[in-house]
């Protein structure tokens, strides 16, 4: 088992920045890779990113690519989404995730395991 513990997160304008964490604990020698997701209000939940566990290699959504970077910090067990350039359609519930075995980046059913929703709200 793999517990996902979430933070961060809060209310900013456009062109601003926030910064999410997720530190992972348990069998975290499973892991495959972290990803995060993120669901606005009325629409499916949707890949933003996702780095490889031990690896490093990462893969980005093109709505965020260049604005986003996600990083781990193995020490912490921890994978962190800094956000800069935001916009107000980066306004969402986001969730960090993580899975076991290799496959689809962007499908969350794909994942395993999931944190708590983080809300993050960027005005006009």
């Known amino acids: 088992q793999v517990q996902l513990v979430g933070s961060g997160g809060g209310s900013v304008q456009a062109g601003g920045s926030l910064r999410l964490s997720c530190a992972a604990s348990?069998?975290?020698?499973?892991?495959?890779?972290i990803g995060w997701f993120r669901q606005a209000p009325g629409k499916e939940r949707e890949f933003v990113a996702t780095?490889?566990?031990?690896?490093?290699?990462?893969y980005y959504a093109n709505s965020v690519k260049g604005r986003f970077a996600i990083s781990w910090d193995n020490a912490k067990s921890s994978v962190a989404l800094q956000m800069n350039s935001l916009k107000p359609e980066d306004t969402a519930v986001y969730y960090c995730?993580?899975?076991?075995?290799?496959?689809?980046?962007?499908?969350?059913?794909?994942?395993?395991?999931w944190g708590q929703g983080i809300q993050v709200t960027v005005s006009p």
């Open positions: 995730a993580a899975r076991t075995r290799s496959g689809s980046d962007i499908n969350p059913a794909e994942y395993d395991y």
């Open positions: 348990g069998r975290t020698s499973s892991l495959y890779a």
């Open positions: 780095i490889y566990w031990g690896r490093g290699g990462t």
